[in-house]
């Protein structure tokens, strides 16, 4: 088992950046693969972007392409998204989730996942 923790929110006007970070405990990071997903009260679950086990190929919503980067360092057990040009409906509850039994077909699909962290939110107001 993994257990996470995300931190790194807070409030940002539109147009800054923050970066959220997800520390993993337990097994190696390394056998995970990690995504980002976001809830604001009242809607679904949306996904934000993943990584591969080991890094090496990552998948974002396309919403927050060429903003967001989502990166892993498996030696620190923690995993990153870098949200740049921040706006507005980027608010949301942000969640980090892993898995080590997905396929790539299924990155987008937060069912799959089977560990989440308790989330940590993310508000772009003026």
């Known amino acids: 088992q993994v257990q996470l923790t995300e931190s790194g929110g807070g409030l940002v006007p539109p147009g800054g950046s923050l970066r959220l970070s997800c520390a993993a405990s337990?097994?190696?990071?390394?056998?995970?693969?990690v995504a980002w997903f976001r809830q604001d009260p009242g809607k679904e679950r949306e996904f934000v972007a993943a990584i591969a086990r080991r890094g090496g190929n990552t998948w974002y919503s396309d919403s927050v392409k060429g903003r967001f980067t989502i990166s892993k360092d498996n030696a620190k057990n923690e995993a990153s998204l870098q949200m740049n040009s921040l706006k507005p409906e980027d608010s949301a509850v942000y969640y980090c989730?892993?898995?080590?039994?997905?396929?790539?077909?299924?990155?987008?699909?937060?069912?799959?996942?089977?560990?989440w962290g308790q989330g940590t939110r993310v508000t772009v107001s003026s």
């Open positions: 337990g097994r190696s990071f390394s056998n995970y693969v």
């Open positions: 989730a892993a898995s080590s039994t997905i396929i790539t077909s299924s990155m987008r699909d937060d069912g799959r996942y089977g560990y």
